[in-house]
């Protein structure tokens, strides 16, 4: 596994910067190792980096941009560790069969997965699905940690589908997974996302839970903003799983900032031993111009939404909340009914009138933060492995 870097400089290129790289054409990787290049898909139906191997493969130090997947893997009880990569969503191309969205990376079946130090813009971000077979050690897991996000985004020819920065929907409990120190922006109209982290029957274990902690989410919005129907937000507890073996269950999430986002904060819609504490959410419900969201906005809400009796031993304390209601005139801070399905205790409610530039003080807050805990995040000016 690569575990040890040496680095430089945190640095982020804009958009353009993609473009000025010359790009090879998409690669098939067969064998394990570590692979450094530029590669591009212009369709859809082709996945820019595409891995068909159960040997570990490490991307360090790429560019790939794709209209479909970017990297994917399926059906190899894959370990696939990406490090210092930009990743970049370009025009959609027709799709056949199913919708193909930009994922930065999609797997299926897996052992180990590692994102850290990239940076995804106008792409979907990383879906982990069907099941996790590693053996349960810290080396056999999942890591998104240190990366920075710029629109996550859904769209595919003549449409668009659901997405998220994470996904996580796979059978197996797993140990050591982390979701952390990530910033994500969506913009209006700029980007398309549902929920911003989804974990969906997926489980933590009682000794070990998947840890969601110290990331910065910022908006989440229907396409176009202007629209009042939206069901996607900020983190999400989500399990129709019908009996506790396949719920959701055991997360922990704590010390994350959600601000401005459309639909909710964080929520449990199913699932059970799930800890939410220590995170801030402020939302203002309204946008840049001044105009307000038409769309739901909620600040923490738990409910046994698919009312499949898993849902239970659920708490939410200690966090800090100041959430507008999208019509501006009331606060909709804690979901009325949440206390049936969780224990609220000790939670904030700011009295101050929420306002934009409450907001830009959270952006502030996370600079303070990531400086205070000398984390860098998103791609370094120099990363290598250490021998």
């Avoid at 299926?108 to 995804?120: A, G, K």
């Avoid at 800090?320 to 949440?338: E, L, P």
Wanted: contains cysteine.
């Amino acid at each position: 596994m690569l575990g040890y870097f040496i680095w430089q400089q945190n640095t982020t290129p804009p958009a353009s910067a993609s473009f000025q790289l010359q790009y090879e054409g998409p690669i098939v990787i067969t064998k394990g190792g570590t692979y450094t290049g530029n590669w591009e898909s212009k369709d859809a139906e082709v996945s820019a980096v595409e891995i068909k191997t159960s040997e570990p493969v490490i991307i360090l130090n790429s560019n790939i941009r794709g209209a479909g997947r970017l990297i994917r893997s399926q059906g190899y009880a894959a370990d696939i560790q990406v490090y210092n990569t930009y990743g970049y969503g370009i025009t959609p191309t027709p799709w056949k069969e199913y919708k193909k969205p930009r994922n930065f990376l999609v797997v299926d079946v897996f052992r180990n997965i590692v994102v850290e130090h990239c940076y995804i813009e106008n792409a979907a971000g990383i879906n982990l699905g069907v099941s996790y077979e590693g053996n349960g050690s810290p080396q056999e897991t999942v890591k998104i940690r240190y990366n920075k996000v710029r629109n996550i985004d859904g769209r595919v020819h003549d449409g668009w589908a659901i997405v998220n920065f994470v996904g996580l929907n796979f059978r197996n409990p797993i140990r050591h997974a982390e979701i952390a120190w990530n910033q994500v922006i969506n913009e209006p109209d700029e980007s398309v996302v549902e929920d911003n982290i989804n974990i969906y029957n997926t489980r933590g274990l009682p000794d070990s839970p998947i840890r969601i902690h110290n990331n910065y989410i910022q908006g989440a919005f229907p396409l176009p903003s202007s629209e009042s129907n939206y069901t996607g937000g900020g983190i999400l507890s989500d399990s129709p799983g019908t009996d506790s073996t396949q719920a959701t269950a055991h997360l922990e999430i704590y010390r994350n900032q959600l601000v401005g986002l459309g639909g909710y904060c964080i929520g449990i819609a199913g699932g059970n031993n799930i800890k939410v504490y220590n995170n801030r959410m402020v939302v203002a419900a309204r946008h840049s111009n001044d105009s307000l969201y038409t769309f739901w906005t909620s600040g923490v809400w738990a409910k046994d939404y698919y009312q499949t009796k898993s849902t239970y031993a659920n708490t939410m304390h200690h966090n800090t909340i100041a959430v507008v209601g999208k019509t501006g005139t009331w606060r909709n801070d804690i979901v009325d009914d949440s206390i049936i399905a969780a224990n609220l205790f000790s939670n904030t409610v700011l009295a101050d009138q929420v306002t934009k530039s409450m907001e830009k003080k959270e952006f502030e807050h996370w600079e303070n933060k990531l400086r205070q805990n000398k984390i860098k995040i998103g791609p370094l000016a120099s990363m290598k492995q250490k021998h």
